[in-house]
């Protein structure tokens, strides 16, 4: 049932015996205030219909364990120790000098409520609520957006290794899944704990037993119908049918249907890396910087530093990449009521999709141009080549003109033979081609204004305070507690509320006649 605080403080109540100790101004100091109206028993009544049993935690309590916990970056035990031995948390919390903390598994229950709930990210609505009222953000007319990779929670796993836990996954999930490990999957012991016993130097004895496992793999896959499978059974399945393709072809001159594979020679693209956590991936932000892990995608207030959306998805995947995360945390930023707002982003946003996304609210975007590249080193570049949409066309520096093909290509071809600028356009002996992007027209007039005075002065003004911001997220917090994407991106809405409120409270947060405001 809904437990509720008692008003009524106790004798050894530590924040009346030593509240003034707490620092003014801070997020404990705060809460020991003002937990009740930040995070009233009301906030959690949908969780607990029955009136039986025994009570919970009450909300204010445990809303203010969460928020801390995702702000100070705590383990569940490290959670319960800091409610039991921690005046500030204790003060905070509304407990009593000798009160202990709840068991840490609470809050794993509390998380799966909320998870389960149809508001699961209520915390950080509550917090936005507090800066609605208090209007910091009215007449606000810019936004910035950014990304960063978080580590993950999990070790990369190899092909064979994958294999080895995705055939004792379906043993264990799959009805029946253990009679058919035992029968049909008889190319490895699945029993046997440790690395297979094999010379991993010998190249033909990997072979061998990544051959052996991918037979394994393909015959419990077709022993089972996955259309009668669902659940874990189902999850199972698809994961041994994932791990069983996207790393593995075909030995030199099989076609896999004798038996014979081995480790293919590229990696498969959105890559699982570990059946542990099936939704991390291989993170390239740069190059020469790869981690694994997940993407955590905010929109903040430059002005404020305040984060007005966020969301942890995958590293990888189109769907994933930063210009389609971005236009969607725009759109559904619920702090943007003006139809036109500058965006400001670095060239990661710079896609035609992005741009397209942006032209259809009527925001103005501030992102760096995506650079071009030319053909040639020092030579001419897609802006050296006049394009009239209207017509179709497409003319070259040297006042060529071809038609522009329905996938959106021009081939200069033949008219190359000759040229007099070729050396500065192309080194191919069948002349120049070109594929124009679907919005080729926005990038061309976004890279254009770019140039612009005022474009640079309020892309270098007023971009940075994301970097800033991305900095509070990730410090002392660079790797995720969770596995899966649902689990860790309610961590980052709490670890977000936690950030945005002690950000309000540098910025005056106080309390006038029963409503929020900045002092």
């Keep these: 049932m809904q437990g509720r605080e008692d008003a009524q403080r106790g004798y050894l109540d530590v924040e009346a015996l030593a509240g003034e100790l707490l620092v003014p101004g801070s997020v404990f100091a705060f809460l020991a205030k003002n937990r009740g109206r930040l995070f009233p028993d009301s906030m959690m009544e949908d969780l ?43 003060a905070a919390c509304g407990y009593g000098l000798t009160d202990t903390a709840f068991h840490p598994s609470t809050l794993t229950y509390w998380r799966r409520r909320l998870a389960a709930s149809k508001n699961p990210h209520r915390i950080m609505e509550a917090i936005a ?66 690395k297979p016993d094999i010379a991993w130097d010998d190249q033909d004895a990997k072979d ?57 020679r590229k990696v498969a693209p959105d890559r699982m890396i570990a059946t542990v956590d099936p939704d991390t991936r291989h993170a390239h932000k740069t190059q020469a910087r790869q981690q694994d892990g997940f993407k955590a995608h905010i929109v903040i207030e430059p002005d404020t530093g305040l984060i007005t959306a966020a969301e942890l998805t995958k590293a990888s995947g189109p769907q994933n990449s930063d210009g389609a995360v971005g236009a969607r945390l725009i759109a559904k930023d619920p702090t943007i009521t003006s139809s036109s707002v500058q965006i400001l982003a670095d060239s990661a946003y710079g896609s035609g999709e992005m741009l397209a996304a942006l032209a259809l609210t009527n925001h103005t975007p501030v992102i760096k141009p995506w650079p071009l590249r030319p053909a040639v080193e020092g030579g001419f570049t897609l802006d050296d080549f006049t394009v009239d949409e209207t017509v179709g066309t497409m003319t070259c520096p040297n006042n060529i003109t071809r038609a522009i093909t329905a996938k959106r290509r021009v081939t200069f071809g033949a008219a ?17 081609k070109l594929v124009l992007h679907e919005h080729d027209a926005l990038q061309r007039e976004h890279r254009h204004r770019a140039k612009d005075q005022d474009f640079q002065h309020d892309y270098r003004t007023h971009r940075p305070m994301v970097e800033r911001s991305i900095a509070w997220l990730t410090r002392g917090n660079r790797r995720v507690p969770h596995r899966g994407v649902n689990p860790n991106n309610a961590w980052l809405q709490l670890r977000i509320a936690g950030l945005n409120l002690r950000r309000l409270l540098t910025l005056g947060l106080t309390v006038n006649e029963g409503s929020w405001a900045l002092g």
Excluded: H
């Design 48 to 90: 607990f219909p029955s009136r039986r049993g025994r009570p919970s935690v009450p909300a204010p309590v445990i809303g203010s364990v969460l928020l801390l916990q995702a702000l100070q970056g705590l383990s569940d035990r490290e959670t319960a120790e800091a409610l039991t031995f921690d005046l500030r948390w204790k």
């Design 129 to 194: 609520e507090v800066v609605a009222e208090t209007g910091i953000l009215k007449g606000k007319r810019r936004r910035a957006v950014d990304s960063t990779v978080l580590d993950d929670a999990v070790a990369r796993q190899d092909t064979i290794t994958q294999l080895i836990a995705g055939i004792r996954r379906f043993g264990r999930d799959v009805p029946g899944g253990q009679d058919l490990v035992t029968t049909r999957a008889t190319g490895y012991d699945y029993t046997r704990t440790g």
């Design 208 to 264: 061998g037993l990544i051959s052996a496992l991918v037979t394994d793999a393909l015959a419990l896959l077709a022993a089972v119908d996955p259309e009668i499978l669902e659940g874990k059974a189902a999850d199972a399945y698809a994961l041994l049918a994932l791990v069983a393709g996207q790393d593995v072809e075909p030995a030199d001159g099989s076609d896999g249907t004798d038996g014979r594979w081995r480790l293919a």
């Design 416 to 432: 190359c033979t000759g040229c007099p600028l070729r050396a500065r356009c192309t080194t191919s002996p069948r002349g120049r």
